[in-house]
């Protein structure tokens, strides 16, 4: 069983990171051929599981990082295609861009960032989920 307000906090999550796939799907989606075993865009009940992209995010506790916990970007693209490391970094760039431009939108009264980790971007800042 998960906390509410958790529950909530991911579901926002989810939304933000579906507007961020659909804008990939726009961008991107005829770039490069689908993996023989991925349904096509729109195929099924949940962008992760069709279409060319799969952006998310997972939490990490931070053990090890110069910014603690966070959430960190994760981006796929289901293609058994190589994709150029320069058109990898571009999306890449795109996504952050639009993470920035979003978290106010999703999340409007928290303090969150977006920085890079090492090799990775994540969102860290404020993830309380007020008096449980």
């Known amino acids: 069983m998960r906390h509410p307000k958790l529950q909530q906090w ?16 726009d961008e991107w989606g005829d770039h490069f051929p689908l993996h023989p075993n991925r349904a096509g865009r729109g195929k099924t ?13 997972f939490f990490s506790a931070g053990y090890g990082s110069e910014l603690g916990r966070g959430y960190v ?9 190589r994709i150029p490391d320069e058109v990898r970094e ?4 795109e996504v952050v861009s639009l993470v920035r431009e979003l978290l106010p939108k999703y999340f ?4 969150l ?15 309380s989920l007020g008096n449980l």
């Open 10 to 25: 991911d579901d926002t999550m989810k939304k933000m990171f579906d507007e961020i796939d659909n804008h990939l799907e």
């Open 45 to 57: 009940s949940n962008k992760e599981q069709d279409g060319l992209f799969n952006v998310g995010t």
């Open 73 to 81: 970007i994760d981006i796929h693209m289901v293609t058994l295609s």
């Open 90 to 93: 571009e999306i890449e760039e």
């Open 108 to 111: 409007p009264d928290r303090d």
């Open 113 to 127: 960032k977006i920085s890079r980790d090492g090799n990775v971007y994540k969102i860290h800042g404020d993830f």
